[in-house]
Nanobody, 115 residues
Framework: QVHLVESGGGLVQAGGSLRLSCAAS????????MGWFRQAPGKERELVARISSSGLLYYADFVKGRFTISRDHVKNTPYLQMNSLKPEDTAMYYC?????????WGQGTQVTVSS
């Protein structure tokens, strides 16, 4: 069982930046899938970005050009760099990892963007 802990969330003004990290309780190098999801109040959880072990990337349209997902193979940690934040980016952000899909989830970190 892989335990994940997200960090880096907080309150930021529109146009600002945050960098989210996801620490793992054990090595996750063997896991191909790493992704970041978000869930705003009253809305369903949605995929923000994902990265495979080979470096294949996917971004949701609403974050393209603003967010960057990466993975640190030394620290076994996925990151999400968020720039040009908008109030509609306000949500709980979750990292998820797994062999082929999002199997293990963290508890989330809150991102709040003020206008």
């Amino acid at each position: 069982q892989v335990h994940l802990v997200e960090s880096g969330g907080g309150l930021v003004q529109a146009g600002g930046s945050l960098r989210l990290s996801c620490a793992a309780s054990e090595s996750i190098l063997r896991l191909n899938y790493m992704g970041w999801f978000r869930q705003a109040p009253g809305k369903e959880r949605e995929l923000v970005a994902r990265i495979s072990s080979s470096g294949l990337l996917y971004y949701a349209d609403f974050v393209k050009g603003r967010f960057t997902i990466s993975r640190d193979h030394v620290k076994n940690t996925p990151y999400l760099q968020m720039n040009s934040l908008k109030p509609e980016d306000t949500a709980m952000y979750y990292c998820a990892v797994g062999a082929l899909g999002p199997t293990y989830w963290g508890q989330g970190t809150q991102v709040t963007v003020s206008s």
